[in-house]
């Protein structure tokens, strides 16, 4: 079984699209995560969410909104595509957040806007 | 704020040699995490080890081992005997505890193991 899956794998859309990019996790964790990876492979975090609450927002446009409807999923959707928007996109999930533990990553989403 | 530094963009030596990534981090906090990961070529990224920063002992798993020296704030990691499976980018991270669990990763460093 896969412990942190996204879907889907890869995307390919215009500019100025709307997309969401879909990520679950069967560990039982509480803490979940996005990480933008660039082009020179530059892991950025985005986002993080404790039991859907959000507790990282590292200055990312609002044209970004994650949405944690359980504690087991973390999906992010995208307004208004931009061609700078391309990137591997890593969603991660740990135990409790306050008591560390390793980050699981998913496979992650290649997104290529045109 | 927290940095991670990895000055050697690319390695490559030929199988069977060992090989050390560097790995030099800045943080302010007494309590910190390091990691590092493995992205094979495949993309997917692998964890291979943490270490909090009470914690100074060297660690040995298989042909791995790891070097953490407060003193120089250095968390390098060893390859014996590599194998062209090495071959990746290996990235080394740092978080600070409590509250704020956000991975900061260095730039990676690619290694490639020649036949």
């Known amino acids: 079984d896969t412990a942190v899956s996204q879907t889907p794998k890869y995307l390919v859309t215009q500019m100025g699209n709307d997309k969401s990019i879909k990520c679950e996790q069967n560990l039982g964790h509480d803490t979940m995560y996005w990480y933008k990876q660039d082009s020179k492979k530059f892991l950025k975090i985005m986002f993080s969410?404790?039991?859907?609450?959000?507790?990282i927002n590292e200055t990312v446009p609002n044209r970004f909104s994650p949405k944690s409807p359980d504690k087991a999923h973390l999906n992010l959707h995208i307004n208004s595509l931009e061609l700078g928007d391309s990137a591997v996109y890593f969603c991660?999930?740990?135990?409790?957040?306050?008591?560390?533990?390793?980050?699981?990553f998913g496979p992650g989403t290649r997104l290529t806007v045109l | 704020a927290q940095k991670v530094t990895q000055a050697q963009t690319e390695i490559s030596v030929v199988e069977k040699e060992d090989v050390t990534l560097d790995c030099v981090y800045e943080t302010r906090d007494t309590t910190y995490y390091l990691f590092w990961y493995k992205q094979p070529p495949s993309g997917e990224l692998v964890f291979l080890i943490r270490r909090n920063s009470f914690d100074e002992q060297n660690e040995i798993s298989g042909r791995y081992s790891w070097n953490f020296q407060k003193s120089t704030s250095s968390f390098n990691f060893t390859i014996t005997a590599s194998q062209v499976v090495d071959s990746a980018v290996y990235f080394c991270a740092l978080s600070e505890n409590f509250g704020n669990e956000k991975l900061t990763f260095g730039t990676g460093t690619r290694l490639t193991i020649i036949p």
């Open positions: 991660a999930s740990s135990r409790l957040a306050g008591n560390y533990n390793e980050q699981f």
């Open positions: 969410y404790n039991n859907k609450e959000l507790i």
